[in-house]
């Protein structure tokens, strides 16, 4: 492993920083997009309960719903309480734009490192082979062993490039259907909600 490292030559040193700084982001990811974390059902579902009789005010909702995403929409919606219907769902939809922004937080990342890592590698193995055609050429001939073992060696940098490269575009593009996923059911519980609060 460390000599296919160190082979791979000085290109290999930033590939393996975004192989980190992905793997970061994926856990960091997978922890936050979790849906209890945005959409605790527990929220609208005991706020709806006529037999919790729970007042619909900022501390009900806070102490349901904690932090969450969530949470913060209603809260948003509940401040325009007495300014009707339609104060409530543009505040609401402000607040979703901020809502958004966090769930998309460094997915943008995950897709930069997707797309630099090959080219890390390509470029390792470009600057492999013209250092090995270097020595064949001042050595002169007879050296196709010591030419394939460059060839091999500046292919690591293109191999590793695409071993960081395939998982982060996967998991880019699986937060991204899940926040999809997550914004469609905030939207239909925000909405509930203000429909709830229209009626009180």
């Keep these: 492993m460390f000599e296919l490292i160190g082979a791979g030559g000085w290109l290999m040193l930033p590939i393996i920083i975004c192989s980190i700084i992905s793997l970061t982001i994926v856990i960091e990811r997978s922890w936050v997009l979790r849906r209890e974390n ?45 300014d009707g219907y339609d104060a409530m769902r543009i505040s609401a939809e402000n607040a979703a734009s901020f809502v958004e922004h ?64 395939i998982p982060t575009l996967f998991f880019q593009r699986h937060f991204e259907r899940r926040v999809d996923e997550l914004l469609v059911f905030l939207a239909g519980d925000c909405e509930r909600f203000i429909e709830l609060l229209s009626k009180k």
């Design 38 to 82: 945005i959409l605790p059902r527990k929220l609208l579902k005991e706020l709806n309960n006529p037999a919790t009789s729970i007042i619909l005010d900022r501390n009900s909702i806070v102490k349901l719903g904690g932090d969450s995403l969530l949470g913060f929409l209603f809260i948003s919606a509940l401040e325009k309480k007495n």
């Design 102 to 165: 966090e769930l998309l937080r460094n997915l943008g990342t995950l897709g930069t490192i997707a797309a630099i890592a090959p080219l890390l590698g390509l470029l390792g193995t470009v600057i492999g082979m013209i250092t090995v055609f270097s020595v064949v050429e001042a050595a002169g001939g007879g050296f196709t062993s010591a030419l394939a073992g460059g060839i091999s060696q500046a292919l690591i940098t293109t191999a590793a490039g695409l071993v960081v490269a």
